[in-house]
């Protein structure tokens, strides 16, 4: 009987337990831009997709992919404190990466010009 009753209490919480943010089904991987007072790296799309709206004429920072290599083009969104407020910028940017499962890949970037210069930093889940 404690056997059963600890089985059930298991089972309860494994539906309950959160999963994890960085783990999507179907093997997909997250793609995870910077989202900062200071920079967000707006990720705008995939391999030549479609524009990634998460609201009417608004992008996210994150995405799912598919292992293997993708093309990923955003949009960083750059803020600097002067006096009497900030100034922003957003400029475009591009960078390849090669998603592998178990990982997750977090994208910053760097204002270069009229450019944003991509970097993505692999991270193991």
Known sequence: MKKQIVAYAAFILGIFAPASSAIAEGGKILIKGTDTPSLRVLIRKVDDGPLLWVSKYQLGTETWVTP?????????????PVTGGDVGEIVPGNIEIDA?????????????????LLKVEERAN
């Not at 990923?72 to 803020?79: P, S, T, V």
């Open 100 to 116: 592998k499962p178990g990982n997750t890949y977090h994208l910053t970037g760097s204002q270069e010009a009229l450019k944003c």
């Open 68 to 80: 293997g290599p993708h093309k990923i083009n955003a949009m960083c969104e750059f803020h600097r």
